[in-house]
């Protein structure tokens, strides 16, 4: 593949622009902005003649979808400039009716609920399994989704997110192969594997195990702009028509073709040029030298570009941790027991030896000292349905009440602590006392807990009763 759509766009050369956006090429941008962007306004354009039209695309945008396709080994793949947040909600909005049942894993983004609420879907959760010493979620497992799938037999289809943040992957080909038999339909949130398919030593695609609707976060771990991403298609369970319709449902009517135009650079960087690239950082990590552990799951498959850290023998905490390596150094993703970095496109070889010296001279620093005791979680239900679905929940009258009150009432809030950031109550969930004594135990340990109106968690916020 080439560049044509950022070749269309750089031979725009139209002097009397009477079209938005309002800046008109530039000209109208303050000052302080045109200093940044230079040039570039000037490509900053909308969907003017010979530029095609990505609601729907017949041109230059077509192909690019199919180049996209092609490359990833989709069957149709649509872009994205809301995110990949736009591909999640699309996904469930093509696939689920109202009061469909969905297998979801209790480990997906946010952006999974918003779609429940959308589609009127009612979930049945897939508790993860979370690693005490590393304080990290595990991918959901085959056998969880097998006995999900069993004790649900109308369930119409299963959601998952893999790879994790740290680069955990459930075993998607065997449950594919499962949920497929039943007729189910598989939807895999693989925001962080976009490169999977560009190197043989990561983890299999989603797309190679088999899962019928793929959503991909390019600009996470490929040399685009931030908001891209796709979705991808493949097999006859889900009708194409259906994806392009829920696509404009919830995408832009004014997209950026700088973004666009970035999705196709990134495409063509990563066919011409991704197994050199990967195959450098590769072998950059692999001589990567730490005085602190790093998470190598032997058993689960593993993004090696996931640098994940253990900071518990430091008797640090992965935000502390990182308090000490920056404003030079700035992680990924802070955990109460660990550090995660990403290895990217940009990472050179100073950049890991940067961070390697650094980590010796904190080690150094905070040795000998006691390690942190490992995380005691509860376990979760390997499969539970909330009281009401995020719909209902959405749509109910609300109350704030003490935290001791809400106890036996169903929550409006999704309420995860943070380590491992697993929910522990999802809005719709019964609020229970061992849901609580679990939250307060984050609280004592001086984890954080996120999603809650009150952080303090001295009040919390229920579906009010006569609302039931």
């Known amino acids: 593949m080439t560049h044509p759509l950022l070749d269309i766009l750089v031979q725009q050369q139209h002097s009397c622009p009477f079209h938005t956006p309002g800046h008109q090429r530039g000209r109208g941008m303050a000052a302080p902005l045109r200093a940044l962007w230079g040039t570039a306004l000037a490509q900053d354009l909308s969907e003017i003649p010979g530029l095609d039209n990505l609601a729907a695309p017949t041109g230059a945008l077509a192909d690019l979808q199919a180049a996209i396709a092609a490359a990833a080994g989709s069957d149709r793949a649509w872009c994205l400039v809301n995110g990949a947040t736009t591909g999640v909600l699309a996904a469930l909005l093509a696939t689920l009716e109202p009061k469909d049942v969905v297998l979801v894993g209790r480990n997906v983004h946010h952006s999974v609920i918003s779609g429940l609420i959308l589609t009127g879907a009612q979930p049945v959760y897939l508790g993860v399994a979370v690693d005490s010493l590393w ?27 893999s790879p994790t943040y740290e680069g955990l992957c ?210 979760l239900p390997a499969v539970s349905s909330p009281a009401l679905s995020p719909r209902t929940t959405y749509f109910s009258q609300r109350q704030v009440v003490p935290l001791a009150a809400a106890i036996d009432h169903i929550s409006a809030e999704t309420i995860a602590p943070y380590p491992p950031g697993i929910p522990t109550i999802i809005a719709g969930e019964v609020i229970t006392a061992a849901a609580v004594a679990e939250l307060q135990q984050v609280q004592a340990m001086g984890g954080t807990i996120i999603g809650a109106t009150d952080p303090q968690l001295n009040q919390i916020t229920i579906v009010t009763p006569a609302d039931t």
Not at 229 to 251: C, D, I, K, M, Y
């Open 170 to 379: 459930s075993p998607l080909a065997a449950i594919a192969q499962h949920v497929h038999e039943r007729g189910l339909t598989l939807i895999v949130d693989e925001a962080h594997g976009s490169h999977f398919a560009f190197h043989p030593r990561f983890p299999s695609t989603a797309l190679a195990a088999g899962a019928d609707l793929v959503i991909q976060s390019w600009h996470k771990t490929l040399g685009t702009l931030t908001q891209t991403a796709v979705l991808h298609l493949q097999g006859t369970r889900v009708a194409p028509e259906r994806v392009s319709h829920a696509v404009t449902l919830v995408q832009t009517t004014s997209p950026s073709y700088w973004l666009l135009s970035a999705l196709e650079a990134a495409a063509w960087q990563m066919v011409h040029q991704g197994y050199e690239i990967y195959d450098r950082l590769l072998q950059w990590v692999a001589a990567f030298e730490s005085p602190l552990p790093r998470l190598e799951r032997l058993d689960i498959p593993q993004d090696p570009l996931r640098l994940t850290l253990g900071t518990w023998p430091l008797g640090l905490t992965g935000a502390d941790l990182e308090a000490q390596l920056q404003p030079d150094i700035i992680a990924e993703l802070p955990s109460g027991r660990s550090l995660t970095f990403c290895v990217g496109l940009g990472t050179t070889a100073q950049m890991l030896r940067t961070l390697a010296e650094r980590l010796w001279v904190i080690h150094q620093t905070y040795q000998p000292v006691q390690s942190l005791p490992p995380i005691a979680v509860p376990p």
């Open 135 to 161: 304080g990290i979620p595990e991918p959901v497992s085959l056998a969880t989704v097998v006995n999900a799938v069993a004790a649900y037999p109308t369930a119409k289809a299963v959601v998952l997110v």
